[in-house]
């Protein structure tokens, strides 16, 4: 079964300071990838997919995420965090065709703190 | 501009009693999806609806009922609710049901059962 694991629950990082996000998925193929962002209070907003290709993606707000196949892993990365930034984050793995039935499976999620 | 819209925001029951949240997405999509957000579990998918008129489970179903009313709108029912259903609800929508689509999410609906 699918399953996708995001390691840290909770992260604390300084403004400015560079920030990784991990994310492990469990799937026989390589599925779809997708990190979203939830703002306290709002719904899931998408930053970047993978879905074929080149292995590092870039997204919104200045974030990227790597496909390491070997690693089965899909980590999102910022080089500089803004305070704007502190929300919760979710990694999410969709099955490739043929199995196109637009369904998610999330991860637990990790809430990102940053100080001042 | 509006997107995903759900109502209510917010709700308490009582258990046993029932209740619709209902869902509204006027980007002409074919998809939609609601998910409960549980702490520490993630975003878990309850129902979807591919297309207007068909409907399908997904991973968190029983205790649930969903109508696909049209094109735009697709309702949650909670028949009898329990404490156990407890949560944060989000619908979503998509263009089509292939994961390529990108899943637009309302703004949540926060449900307490007592």
């Known amino acids: 079964a699918q399953s996708v694991t995001q390691p840290d629950i909770h992260i604390t990082v300084s403004e400015g300071a560079s920030l990784e996000l991990r994310c492990n998925y469990s799937y026989g193929a390589t599925p779809y990838l997708f990190w979203y962002v939830q703002s306290p209070g709002q719904g899931l907003q998408l930053l970047l997919k993978?879905?074929?290709?080149?292995?590092l993606v870039q997204g919104i707000k200045g974030f990227e995420a790597e496909f390491k196949r070997s690693q089965s892993s899909f980590n999102l990365r910022k080089p500089s965090v803004h305070w704007s930034d502190a929300a919760e984050y979710f990694c999410a793995v969709g099955r490739p065709p043929p199995s196109n039935t637009g369904k998610l499976i999330f991860g637990q999620g990790t809430t990102l703190q940053v100080k001042p | 501009n509006a997107g995903v819209t759900q109502t209510p925001k917010f709700q308490v029951l009582k258990t046993g009693q029932s209740m619709t949240l209902q869902c509204a997405q006027d980007m002409n999509h074919n998809s939609m999806y609601w998910y409960r957000q549980d702490p520490g579990m993630g975003l878990r998918l309850i129902y979807y609806s591919a297309s207007e008129g068909t409907t399908d489970k997904g991973e968190v179903p029983n205790g649930y009922n969903v109508s696909r009313l049209n094109k735009r709108e697709f309702s949650l029912r909670l028949e009898s609710a329990a404490p156990s259903q407890t949560s944060v609800y989000f619908c979503a929508s998509s263009l089509g049901t292939g994961n390529r689509n990108t899943i637009y999410f309302g703004e949540g609906s926060w449900l307490t059962v007592v």
């Open positions: 993978y879905f074929s290709g080149d292995t």
